[in-house]
T-cell receptor, first 114, second 108 residues
Framework: EADIYQTPRYLVIGTGKKITLECSQT?????MYWYQQDPGMELHLIHY???????EKGDLSSESTVSRIRTEHFPLTLESARPSHTSQYLC?????????????FGPGTRLTVL | RKEVEQDPGPFNVPEGATVAFNCTYS??????FFWYRQDCRKEPKLLMS???SGNEDGRFTAQLNRASQYISLLIRDSKLSDSATYLC?????????FGQGTELSVKP
C-alpha cells in the first residue's frame, strides 16, 4: 500500500472562501501531481512538481495554485472557491522504478462549493 | 484527437466471461504503458505495467503493439470483484497520460 494522504476527505464550503487541500507522502518521492476528476469523467492533470521549489501547470487550466516547500508535502490552494470548482481532487506521487513512473494516488478530496 | 483513447463502455458481462479492452495512443515516443483500475468514487490503483513482449498476471493479460500504437487488456474468468473502470495510461512529456477509462460491470 502506498503512503500518500489527503485531507480533508470531504469538504463543503461556501462561495468566496479560501481553501487549501493537503497532500502528504512518506515515500520520499520527488514527483507529485494534482488531478481533477468529475464523476464518471477522466482524470485531468492540473499541477505537478518534480521536486522541492519546482511546480508546473498541467494540461487542464486551473485557478488553483500549489507549492512544494518540502519533499513530502504538496498543498493545493484555491483563493476564492466557486461552484465550478466542485469536483474530486486526487493527489499522486511517483518515483522511477526501472520501468517508467508508477504513480500512487491518495484517497482524494471531494470538494463541494455551494 | 485525444492522446489516449479507450473503448467506450460500459461492458456488461456475466461472471466467468472473458473480456478484452482496447486502447490506442497517439504519441509514438511514449515509452511506458500501464493499466490502472479505479473503483467507483475511489482513487486509481496500478493494475499492471504493459511490456513489449506482453505480460500476464493471473487472470489478466496485457499486450502492447508499438507499431500500431495499441494496448490491450484481457480478463479471463471475470469475477464480480472485477467490476470497476479500467484506465489505459501511457507516458508522455515526462507525465502520465490517462485514457477516459472503460467501465466493466460483471453480473452474477
Amino acid at each position: 500500500e502506498a503512503d500518500i494522504y489527503q485531507t480533508p476527505r470531504y469538504l463543503v464550503i461556501g462561495t468566496g472562501k479560501k481553501i487549501t487541500l493537503e497532500c502528504s507522502q512518506t515515500m520520499g518521492h520527488d514527483k507529485m501531481y494534482w488531478y481533477q476528476q468529475d464523476p464518471g469523467m477522466e482524470l485531468h492533470l492540473i499541477h505537478y512538481s518534480y521536486g522541492v521549489n519546482s511546480t508546473e501547470k498541467g494540461d487542464l487550466s486551473s485557478e488553483s495554485t500549489v507549492s512544494r516547500i518540502r519533499t513530502e508535502h504538496f498543498p493545493l490552494t484555491l483563493e476564492s472557491a466557486r461552484p465550478s470548482h466542485t469536483s474530486q481532487y486526487l493527489c499522486a506521487s511517483s518515483a522511477r522504478q526501472g520501468y517508467g513512473d508508477t504513480q500512487y494516488f491518495g484517497p482524494g478530496t471531494r470538494l463541494t462549493v455551494l | 484527437r485525444k492522446e489516449v483513447e479507450q473503448d467506450p463502455g460500459p461492458f456488461n458481462v456475466p461472471e466467468g466471461a472473458t473480456v478484452a479492452f482496447n486502447c490506442t495512443y497517439s504519441n509514438s515516443a511514449s515509452q511506458s504503458f500501464f493499466w490502472y483500475r479505479q473503483d467507483c468514487r475511489k482513487e486509481p490503483k496500478l493494475l499492471m505495467s504493459v511490456y513489449s513482449s506482453g505480460n500476464e498476471d493471473g487472470r489478466f493479460t496485457a499486450q502492447l503493439n508499438r507499431a500500431s500504437q495499441y494496448i490491450s487488456l484481457l480478463i479471463r474468468d471475470s469475477k464480480l470483484s472485477d467490476s470497476a473502470t479500467y484506465l489505459c495510461v501511457v507516458t508522455g512529456g515526462g507525465k502520465l497520460i490517462f485514457g477516459q477509462g472503460t467501465e466493466l460491470s460483471v453480473k452474477p
